[in-house]
């Protein structure tokens, strides 16, 4: 069977204007994810990313810590859905909600899987981007993307919630699972799957071995 290895971009810049660019530690993240690979003889055939640059920043650096050149493939499917209109959606519904200044990422975080649990059940108001069928249908159209290929092992690199919708898709989990494996997933950590025209098994999920080694406390981040 063939397979494919399946990693959430390094840590993005949180807070920042714009948040789709990897911050200094998601850069060197992907580089030990490379390094990883490369210890463990893991070579692949093709990458597929989604369009956003914090993937194609994060493959690039996995390809640099590979020491491998290959073309990259994209396909939109693969990109994360839209938080900050969902996260925003949701306050103009609960205003009283909104975080104060100076609270941080875990009061961010318990906001938007609110809205994802509303936006799933098709219950949040608002000028949305898209709706959560639309990002289901587009994660299946990308993971056939995925499949459709001669080559034995791809690299992909997405976001937290297309991850946790394939996840959804794999193992035909519900809605709330999904939501749950979504806000668990670690930057650049990686799931693999073997996959033929008829099916995919999943092998193992949220690895961070990379990330566990001596002198890189902090190194495991959810941003």
Same mark, same amino acid.
């Given at each position: 069977?063939?397979?494919?290895?399946?990693?959430? +971009?390094?840590?993005?810049?949180?807070?920042?204007? %714009?948040?789709?660019?990897? =911050?200094?530690?998601?850069?060197?993240?992907?580089?030990?994810?490379?390094?990883?690979? /490369?210890?463990?003889?893991?070579?692949?055939?093709?990458?597929v990313t989604g369009t956003m640059l914090r993937h194609?920043? &994060?493959?690039?650096?996995?390809? =640099?810590?590979?020491?491998?050149?290959?073309?990259? *493939?994209?396909?939109?499917?693969?990109?994360?859905?839209?938080?900050?209109?969902?996260? #925003?959606?949701?306050l103009t519904m609960f205003p009283?909600? &909104? @975080?104060?200044?100076?609270?941080? /990422? &875990?009061?961010?975080?318990?906001?938007?899987?609110?809205?994802?649990?509303?936006?799933?059940?098709? /219950?949040?108001?608002?000028?949305? @981007?898209?709706?959560?069928? +639309?990002? #289901?249908?587009?994660?299946?159209?990308?993971?056939? !993307?995925?499949?459709? &290929? @001669? *080559?034995?092992?791809?690299?992909?690199?997405? =976001?937290?919630? @297309?991850?946790?919708?394939?996840?959804?898709?794999?193992?035909?989990?519900?809605?709330?699972?999904?939501?749950?494996? *979504?806000?668990?997933? #670690? *930057?650049?950590? !990686?799931?693999?799957?073997?996959?033929?025209?008829? =099916?995919?098994?999943?092998?193992?999920? $949220? $690895?961070?071995? +990379?990330?566990?080694?001596? %002198?890189?406390?902090?190194?495991?981040?959810?941003?």
């Amino acid at each position: 069977m063939a397979e494919f290895y399946l990693v959430r +971009h390094g840590q993005a810049s949180f807070g920042s204007d %714009n948040y789709d660019q990897l =911050s200094p530690m998601g850069y060197q993240q992907a580089t030990w994810l490379g390094e990883h690979f /490369k210890q463990q003889n893991v070579q692949f055939d093709r990458v597929v990313t989604g369009t956003m640059l914090r993937h194609e920043q &994060t493959a690039q650096n996995i390809c =640099s810590g590979l020491n491998q050149e290959l073309e990259f *493939n994209q396909h939109d499917g693969l990109n994360e859905y839209d938080f900050h209109a969902l996260v #925003k959606c949701y306050l103009t519904m609960f205003p009283q909600q &909104t @975080p104060k200044a100076g609270e941080g /990422k &875990t009061v961010f975080y318990k906001i938007l899987k609110q809205a994802l649990t509303l936006w799933a059940q098709e /219950k949040l108001e608002g000028d949305l @981007p898209e709706t959560f069928a +639309h990002f #289901k249908q587009r994660v299946a159209d990308a993971l056939a !993307y995925t499949q459709d &290929t @001669p *080559n034995k092992r791809t690299l992909v690199v997405s =976001s937290g919630g @297309p991850i946790g919708m394939a996840m959804c898709h794999i193992l035909q989990l519900n809605n709330e699972k999904m939501i749950q494996l *979504n806000l668990q997933i #670690k *930057n650049t950590s !990686y799931s693999q799957f073997y996959f033929n025209d008829e =099916s995919i098994s999943l092998a193992s999920f $949220n $690895n961070t071995a +990379h990330l566990e080694k001596e %002198n890189r406390e902090g190194a495991i981040t959810f941003g």
